[in-house]
């Protein structure tokens, strides 16, 4: 449940809700930083009031995720020497990103949630896959090269993350 208590609170990303004295909602907002505020007689515990905030809280994710992900991916491709075609913010729940053919990137949203080390990690996956487009032993070599080693450990260190929502 999104209440009085919800935050955020991750290395790229800080969200929080605050009581207000308007009767209004209200957001505020800065690369890195949203500040919901709700009105004093807010009921968080109505179904209505939960998908209202479950909206409001995507569309920061969204607009904050907009505004990080495609930047950190122009980094650490140039870092790396990967080239892609474009990249699209998604809020997929299930897969924290995915490369097509065309080496087009999809990112979830859902990326601003994880430690940086993570949403790297997911991003450097992605871009590997502009060059290997399957998980064979060429393609752990190539995400091993640009994780000094780590991949298969950042893969299972993944694995115990899952969207909130």
């Known amino acids: 449940m999104i209440d009085q208590t919800f935050h955020i609170d991750t290395d790229v990303l800080q969200m929080s809700l605050r009581r207000g004295t308007d009767r209004k909602f209200y957001v505020s907002t800065k690369p890195g930083t949203v500040i919901i505020t709700y009105p004093p007689e807010t009921v968080f515990s ?22 990080y992900l495609p930047g950190r991916l122009g980094q650490l491709a140039g870092r790396y020497g990967f080239t892609y075609t474009g990249v699209k913010i998604n809020s ?9 053919s065309r080496r087009s990137i999809n990112l979830s949203l859902f990326l601003m949630l994880l430690p940086s080390h993570l949403s790297d990690y997911v991003l450097l996956h992605e871009l590997c896959h502009t ?30 993350f899952h969207s909130p929502f």
Request: glycine letters at 8%; aromatic letters at 8%; a positive charge.
């Open 46 to 67: 109505t179904p209505e009031m939960q998908r209202f905030l479950f909206k409001a809280v995507t569309e920061q994710l969204r607009k904050q995720a907009r505004g």
């Open 131 to 160: 060059r290997e487009m399957n998980h064979g032993p060429r393609f752990w070599t190539l995400m091993d090269s640009v994780t000094d080693g780590c991949a298969r450990a950042l893969r299972a260190e993944l694995r115990g």
């Open 92 to 100: 997929a729940h299930t897969r924290w990103g995915s490369c097509s």
